[in-house]
């Protein structure tokens, strides 16, 4: 059974740090593409951070220097580090897949942000 578990998410002040966490179970970990993606209320799921198997990774331009995406094959974990959040950096934040399989896994619960002073 896939399973996908995020944490780490909480209520921050503008300018402040959260580092999330994504736990899977069930899968090859090591030959996915990984992805963090976020909903925001009212608005459409994306993508904002991705991780290759050969751990290259990209961004959105909204992320861009401010979240560095990473992984932990041996743990089966994905991670997040969240810098200088902003108001606009408030949402749901799940993981899955990402690349040409994603995002084909079942979605975790997510973990909210809120970024609010």
């Known amino acids: 059974q896939v399973q996908l578990v995020e944490s780490g998410g909480g209520l921050v002040q503008p300018g402040g740090s959260l580092r999330l966490s994504c736990a899977a179970s069930?899968?090859?970990?090591?030959?996915?593409?990984m992805g963090w993606y976020r909903q925001a209320p009212g608005k459409e799921r994306e993508l904002v951070a991705a991780?290759?198997?050969?751990?290259?990774?990209r961004y959105s331009d909204s992320v861009k220097g401010r979240f560095s995406i990473s992984r932990d094959n041996k743990k089966n974990t994905v991670f997040l580090q969240m810098n200088s959040l902003r108001h606009e950096d408030t949402a749901v934040y799940y993981c899955?897949?990402?690349?040409?399989?994603?995002?084909?896994?079942?979605w975790g619960q997510g973990t909210q942000v809120t970024v609010s002073s």
């Open positions: 069930g899968i090859i970990f090591a030959f996915y593409d």
């Open positions: 899955n897949a990402a690349g040409a399989l994603g995002p084909g896994l079942p």
């Open positions: 991780i290759t198997r050969g751990t290259t990774t």
